[in-house]
């Protein structure tokens, strides 16, 4: 199977960089603007994707070579494994409750936190429902594994993920924020 090679960050100011070069170099060059994409080559062609216009917040390539890792927007609620010619090979979604809390805690865990709104003033007659605070934050490709860092709607957590097949591996919680 071939690989992915020579890929390249391109910054605003038309600079671009190997990817994985230390982004505080990139960040600390003059003017060099927001991340605008990536360009590598695959099959012996060039191939480029654009952040903006596909509305992602971070590429990464994935342990194997054979394509990238991508989340949308930041936080993201997708994560998509991307093959090297950019099509997309699966689509990833965060999962909610991952700890397994029954109704019951959940109910009790929403009720502080609209308690926690009011009395900071903060409720502005809605208080936002832990399903839809699901999200993809960073990708760790070390250790030949897909590792996403996210939240589960409660907390932070880690999802392993198959980049070959889609398949959740394995879920790690951490301590609820609050």
Not at 4 to 11: A, G, L, R
Not at 36 to 61: A, H, M, P, T
Not at 99 to 104: I, K, S, V, Y
Not at 156 to 171: H, K, M, P, S, V
């Amino acid at each position: 199977m071939d690989k992915v090679t020579s890929v390249k960050s391109v910054w605003e100011n038309g600079q671009s960089f190997p990817h994985g070069w230390p982004v505080g170099l990139e960040k600390n060059s003059d003017s060099i603007g927001e991340l605008e994409g990536f360009v590598w080559n695959f099959f012996g062609r060039e191939y480029q994707i654009s952040c903006k216009e596909k509305g992602l917040g971070f590429l990464k390539i994935l342990p194997d070579q054979t394509g990238f890792v991508a989340i949308d927007g930041n936080p993201g609620k997708h994560a998509y494994v991307l093959n090297g010619d950019a099509s997309v090979r699966f689509v990833l979604t965060p999962a909610f409750n991952m700890r397994g809390f029954d109704a019951e805690r959940l109910a009790v865990v929403r009720q502080h936190d609209e308690e926690r709104a009011t009395l900071s003033g903060r409720m502005l007659n809605t208080v936002i429902p832990r399903e839809e605070q699901t999200c993809f934050h960073s990708v760790d490709t070390s250790g030949g594994k897909l590792e996403i860092f996210g939240d589960d709607g409660l907390g932070d957590c880690y999802y392993t993920y198959d980049w070959n097949t889609g398949e959740l591996l394995a879920t790690r919680t951490l301590s609820r924020r609050s």
